[in-house]
């Protein structure tokens, strides 16, 4: 703090530095604590995992147990091999308890079910029935078409082929649909497999309407009645061609749109009113030109609007909206030609909890579960909980309720208790105890882990602010430089940086005072010439009695020239007394900058005429400035004085003033080229360009020290530029000013 102005300078350095080890400490803290927190996590999981393939490991792995129940999720009795259904059956009866349990009874019924199914399928003619979920019930019978079949794809069913909607009902209503008049959407999910040409999604005679896959691209056709065929096409890529879509063609009022997974639709617009069809609505196949697809179907839905692609990604409506002419899901399907009496309904929860406006489905089928009944559903509190028609719950209301699942025109029924409101907690079916005790003993560890971080990086950061503190301490003392620890590398920049900044203050200060002492003592030596040549004369007139009137004349104008010389010396002196000691208050006022500057040059007329110069001013006229008018007449005597003293003679000196967003002034002479490095520190006090002091250009070296001064007190900047002899200080001062008072 010896040093002045540092101490602020340093203060600041040094909290930005403790800024900087404070978050590097931090930094530290927490990533020890992540590395403790994944230590802990993966100790947890090593003991689950120890409990569970070694403690309570029985039978087989737990991948095949989830392979079993995926296969028996699959089952397709239709194509159901007797012997391989044993073969689950048996691989069920070999499982350990806990895994029967993952298992589920519902399996086991299932499987039991699709046993006796086959068994009866066997030498039987059975009729397989895909029931439409629509109001209207258009179920489709597979058995009676002869290029449908039904296969299992990934746990889900799926038709392959294709077949006719046909029936007296089912014939009126598409032929009104499909008249060409009314709007409407045809919504598939299907797998092309590969399908290059005419793999048809669904038609209603080649002089009609077709939706189909051909060259890479989803397309929808219309048969127009004036122009032909029109349509809409959407182009596939190669993976999609292999892959299951969503995939939607869409009729509004003459505009024709097709619709890819979610790809946004693509739309024809004003293609007409297409013709009516006698032919029945055919799926995969075109049944008026028999071109057939090779796609897979899981559904097929048709509604009588064209939706929109909001409407078709979320899925708004279901099988029982009044919009919904057709709804084919194929893994809904019954048999028929078997006498099998419904022995009950099932349930796959035996209790829900959800949120209010959290959706969940109850998953609910007869017993046995390929029996022909209509499930039904009941809540007993709809305030509490909806259920919608296929058993989708809804929470309305914070409460507990009941839901009956029954069979439709009989008593089975089950009653599934509803919680709204409850948070989910999380849970281990299994070993609950155990699993809770290691995961005790985990968190445990990572508290006395995360407990030990803390208490190591306190101490460390002790020690490292006890050492930053030292370092602080001893800035400005000669020792020897010490290694500081990594972290506190920035710190040790930085104290670096300010001990080297105060060595070249120093340093600057140290010449300033050096050159002050040297300027007086030029002075005091200058003050004896002028002194001793008036004594001189003086005493000439004094004892020459007799002596001319022009010798007197000459003797009394040389007294008096060193009479002005001896005042000018005088005054620097009391200048550089004054200098450290000086306070610059300002008192602002509004000028007429155009005419201070006509005066100035007026003013120095005379000593420019003596000099041989001349000077030229070129500004706006009614340039009004706020200003401190005495300080800034002072600036520019300094600058003006200044150019005048360095000037070849016969040269002229231009004042040019401009005005913008800044007034800019611009002091222009010629004289002896300034280098760079004198010119960088032309504004330093007592600095001045002729180290050999002369009485021409000789003063303090303090009149460009006090301008820099002024001008920036005024909230301005002054440099100063030489390019060869060309000489220029720029002023630039804000235009305009809040009046008030400031001192420096």
């Not at 005790?440 to 190591?456: C, P, Y």
């Not at 930085?494 to 900044?501: L, P």
């Not at 105060?502 to 300033?512: N, T």
């Not at 030489?722 to 009046?739: A, K, N, Y």
Request: glycine share 6%.
């Amino acid at each position: 703090k010896q040093f002045g102005e540092w101490d602020i300078k340093l203060s600041k350095k040094e909290y930005k530095t403790e800024k900087k080890i404070a978050r590097q400490m931090a930094l530290r803290f927490w990533v020890a604590a992540l590395i403790g927190l994944v230590v802990m996590v993966a100790f947890w999981l090593a003991a689950v995992w120890f409990g569970s393939n070694w403690i309570f490991r029985d039978g087989k792995s737990d991948a095949h147990v989830a392979a079993l129940c995926k296969e028996i999720d699959s089952i397709l009795v239709e194509d159901a091999d007797s012997s391989n259904l044993e073969r689950m059956k048996q691989a069920c009866d070999r499982l350990s308890t806990k895994q029967q349990r993952q298992v589920t009874k519902q399996r086991y019924d299932k499987l039991n079910e699709a046993i006796w199914l086959a068994g009866q399928m066997e030498g039987h003619n059975i009729s397989l029935v895909i029931k439409d979920k629509s109001r209207n019930g258009f179920d489709l019978n597979l058995s009676e078409q002869e290029g449908a079949k039904l296969k299992v794809y990934d746990g889900k069913t799926a038709m392959e082929g294709f077949a006719d909607v046909c029936g007296k009902k089912e014939q009126e209503m598409f032929d009104q649909l499909f008249d060409g008049t009314h709007s409407f959407t045809v919504e598939a999910e299907l797998n092309p497999n590969g399908g290059e040409d005419f793999n048809m999604i669904l038609s209603k005679g080649d002089s009609c309407t077709a939706f189909r896959i051909s060259d890479h691209s989803v397309y929808y056709f219309i048969k127009n009645m004036d122009e032909g065929w029109s349509k809409v096409r959407n182009p596939l890529n190669g993976e999609q061609m292999f892959s299951w879509m969503h995939v939607a063609g869409i009729y509004d009022r003459g505009d024709i749109s097709a619709y890819v997974e979610g790809a946004g639709i693509n739309t024809e617009k004003d293609v007409g009113v297409f013709e009516p069809s006698d032919y029945p609505l055919g799926i995969g196949h075109c049944p008026e030109t028999k071109r057939t697809s090779v796609a897979s179907f899981r559904s097929i839905h048709i509604y009588a609007q064209p939706l929109t692609e909001k409407e078709l990604d979320t899925g708004v409506y279901g099988p029982d909206s009044e919009n919904v002419v057709l709804w084919y899901d194929f893994d809904d399907l019954c048999y028929e030609g078997i006498d099998v009496p419904i022995e009950g309904v099932r349930c796959y929860e035996t209790s829900v909890s959800l949120e209010e406006g959290e959706k969940k489905a109850l998953y609910s089928e007869p017993v046995p579960y390929f029996a022909s009944g209509e499930i039904v559903y009941h809540s007993d509190n709809q305030a509490v909980v909806d259920v919608s028609r296929d058993g989708i719950l809804q929470g309305v209301g914070k409460g507990q309720a009941i839901v009956e699942v029954s069979v439709a025109g009989m008593d089975f029924s089950k009653e599934i208790p509803v919680t709204v409101g409850d948070t989910v907690r999380f849970s281990i079916l299994q070993h609950e105890q155990l699993y809770a005790f290691w995961l005790a003993v985990g968190l445990f560890l990572f508290l006395v882990v995360l407990l030990g971080i803390t208490l190591m990086q306190r101490r460390r950061l002790i020690v490292y602010l006890a050492r930053l503190s030292d370092e602080i301490s001893l800035i400005g003392t000669s020792r020897d430089k010490t290694e500081f620890p990594v972290i506190l590398k920035t710190a040790e920049s930085a104290i670096r940086q300010v001990e080297e900044d105060i060595r070249q203050k120093d340093h600057v200060a140290r010449e300033a005072e050096q050159r002050k002492n040297d300027l007086v003592i030029y002075l005091a030596h200058d003050l004896k010439t002028p002194i001793a040549s008036l004594i001189g004369y003086l005493t000439l007139l004094r004892d020459e009695k007799q002596i001319s009137e022009d010798l007197h004349r000459h003797y009394v104008e040389i007294a008096l020239n060193n009479s002005e010389r001896l005042d000018e010396l005088i005054n620097e002196l009391f200048e550089i007394t004054r200098f450290n000691m000086l306070q610059i208050t300002l008192n602002y006022e509004y000028i007429n900058l155009t005419w201070l500057m006509e005066q100035l040059v007026y003013e120095f007329g005379p000593m420019l005429t003596e000099k041989e110069l001349s000077c030229r001013l070129e500004m706006p006229r009614d340039i009004m400035l706020c200003c401190d008018v005495d300080k800034m007449e002072r600036v520019f005597d300094n600058l003006l004085r200044n150019a005048m003293n360095y000037s070849y003679r016969n040269t002229e000196i231009c004042i040019l003033v401009t005005v913008e967003d800044e007034i800019r002034i611009v002091f222009v002479n010629y004289g002896k080229h300034i280098p760079t490095e004198q010119l960088e520190r032309i504004f330093e006090q007592f600095y001045r360009l002729d180290q050999a002091r002369g009485t021409s250009t000789g003063g303090s070296g303090l009149g460009l020290a006090i301008a820099r001064q002024i001008v920036e007190l005024h909230q301005g900047a002054i440099e100063a530029k030489c390019v060869g002899e060309e000489i220029r200080f720029i002023v630039t001062l804000p235009s305009c000013r809040e009046e008030k008072d400031t001192s420096l």
